[in-house]
Structures are given as C-alpha cells and as structure tokens.
T-cell receptor, first 113, second 112 residues
Framework: NAGVTQTPKFQVLKTGQSMTLQCAQD?????MYWYRQDPGMGLRLIYY???????DKGEVPNGYNVSRLNKREFSLRLESAAPSQTSVYFC????????????FGQGTRLTVV | AQSVTQPDIHITVSEGASLELRCNYS??????LFWYVQSPGQGLQLLLK??????LVQGIKGFEAEFKRSQSSFNLRKPSVHWSDAAEYFC??????????FGTGTRLLVSP
C-alpha cells in the first residue's frame, strides 16, 4: 500500500522553465491537495480538489495550475518557474467525512535558479 | 480566518525529560485539530487528532495532547523524550473540505 506518491523527489529548474509535479494516491480518496512548505512559514495550501472534476484555489495559488486527471491523480504545474517558487511541495489526500485525516506524500524539493 | 500559532521555533530537551509543545488556534466553531511530525527529508506523519469528546487525546509514539477551549490551545506532550523524537512538529486546524491551516512548526532538538 503506497499511499500518496509524488514524483519527482528532487528537481532543479531554471527561471522561466515549466514543469509538472505528479501526485497519485491509492486510497480511493475523493479529496486531494497541494501544499508548499517554506522555512518559518509552515505549510500553505496552493490548490485543492474536493472531488474528481473540481479544483479550487487555496491560500497561495499564483503562478500555479492544477489538473485533477482522475480520482487517483492530481498534478501541479508551474508554467514559468520563478525563484520564489523554490520550496518543498507536498501532495495530500483525504476522504471527506467526520473524523478523517489527510495523508501526505514524501514531498518534492524544487529549486529554481 | 482560522490561524494557528506555535510560539516556539526551537526547543531543546534532554533525553528522558518531559516535553510540551505549545499550539494556539483561532477558529470560530469547534475545531478539528491535528499534530503532525516531520523527520528530516520526510513527509508528514499524523501523531494525533482531536474532533470531539474527551479533551485528552492519545497518539502514536507515546504522545498526547490536551484540548482546552477556554485557552484556545492544543498542546502536545510526552512524558519522556527519546533521541528519535528529534524532528519538526506542526499543529494544524481543519477548515472546510479537510483543508488544513498549519502553524509555523517547532523544531525539537534532543540532547544526550
């Protein structure tokens, strides 16, 4: 049981390049999320998908786009990377309802130079 | 808007000593509260959660937390710290759709 799998684990981009971070979950969860983690700021929500076919902005969506490809997969795209997007990105999934929790992937460490 | 405050950026505790990590939240209704732990280079692992009922909740690895509505607090405790507990700890409150608002984290250092 893999849980939440993120690829790649590490990436270095040049300013202006584009890339897509991949996330897949095998827990049949309806909701998925992308967070970024920066030193001294904790984790902040970029985008989320409450269910297949829907996506919504979180706290820090600028510079990002997302695609909920199917129930399992939720990708995050940087169209034109900027140094301010250097961060660790975490994907998470959960099942809506009472007494549930979010499960996190291992993270993608992205450096934009 | 909901917010979470973890006032301690770093805490150093001697191995075998007790630990308390502070967390204060701002939320209008009854909060759903969580503590996560992150070891270096790893993802987040849930330690414990509070939804309702008993205000003292038990988690994994010997951790517990107490919800105090009057103080808007959800402090994490462990009676005896082990060197393997060195990590970063995050408190979080749930918004709608299981979206989480995190505190800035507390890094725990364990001295021999």
């Amino acid at each position: 049981n893999a849980g939440v799998t993120q690829t790649p684990k590490f990436q270095v981009l040049k300013t202006g390049q584009s890339m897509t971070l991949q996330c897949a979950q095998d827990m049949n969860h309806n909701s998925m999320y992308w967070y970024r983690q920066d030193p001294g700021m904790g984790l902040r929500l970029i985008y989320y998908s409450a269910s297949e076919g829907t996506t919504d902005k979180g706290e820090v969506p600028n510079g990002y786009n997302v695609s909920r490809l199917n129930k399992r997969e939720f990708s995050l795209r940087l169209e034109s990377a900027a140094p301010s997007q250097t961060s660790v990105y975490f994907c998470a999934s959960s099942e809506p309802g009472l007494n549930t929790e979010a499960f996190f992937g291992q993270g993608t460490r992205l450096t934009v130079v | 808007a909901q917010s979470v405050t973890q006032p301690d950026i770093h805490i150093t505790v001697s191995e075998g000593a007790s630990l308390e990590l502070r967390c204060n939240y701002s939320y209008g209704a009854t909060p759903y509260l969580f503590w996560y732990v992150q070891s270096p280079g790893q993802g987040l692992q849930l330690l414990l959660k509070y939804f309702s009922g008993d205000t003292l909740v038990q988690g994994i690895k010997g951790f517990e937390a107490e919800f105090k509505r009057s103080q808007s607090s959800f402090n994490l405790r462990k009676p005896s710290v082990h060197w393997s507990d060195a990590a970063e700890y995050f408190c979080a409150v749930e918004q709608s759709f299981q979206k989480l608002v995190f505190g800035t984290g507390t890094r725990l250092l364990v001295s021999p």
